[in-house]
């Protein structure tokens, strides 16, 4: 006996389909990207995509989180990693140079791009969360140092946290509007020179 297979077709490739996603709303942010621009991006109907993702909402937070996996994750590996916050920063810094220019998808970082000029309060919620998780990383780890003396006692954690996160998503917006990589490395160093 022959069983019909429903549902999407066997060729259908979830990764690639999240891939290709990420990348539209990576080029286009959150609001601008439509469901006719991902189904013509992914390649399958709107009835396909809702069957495989739910909703665009459903989808854009299954970016998200592929998107910091491969992309974003630079900045917590350099916190845990390196033996000052400072250097940490340092290395995000260059690091961001790196990802944000690279020519193999779109510039700058998603999580910042993707929430600008959205009306949906949920998306500008998430991304923001986001966003200040890695600023209460960044804080964190300057309190550290604080206490162990490598700063200064007065140092503020929070403005220096606030700091670097502002030289991110400059850099971030930077490079969206044609910065080099070169260019966003000499901004990294000098933004280093305000470091206590």
Known sequence: MVTGQRGRPRSFDRDAALDKAMTAFWERGYEATSISDLTASIGI????????????????????????????????????????????????????????TDPAHPPGCMVISAAINTTSEEVAQALRERRNTSLELFERRIRADVATGVLP????????????????????????????????????????????
């Open 153 to 196: 006692a007065d140092t503020d954690a929070r403005a220096l946290a606030r700091y670097a996160g502002a030289v991110l998503q400059g850099m971030s917006q930077q490079s969206r509007d044609g910065a080099t990589r070169e260019e966003l490395e000499a901004v990294a160093e000098r933004a280093l020179l305000a470091w206590p």
């Open 45 to 100: 109907s709107a009835p396909s995509l809702y069957a495989a993702f739910g909703d665009k909402r459903k989808l854009f937070d299954e970016v998200v989180v592929v998107y910091g996996s491969r992309y974003g994750d630079f900045a917590g590996v350099a916190l845990a990693e390196e033996p000052t916050a400072r250097a940490a920063v340092e290395r995000i810094l260059r690091e961001a140079a790196e990802v944000y």
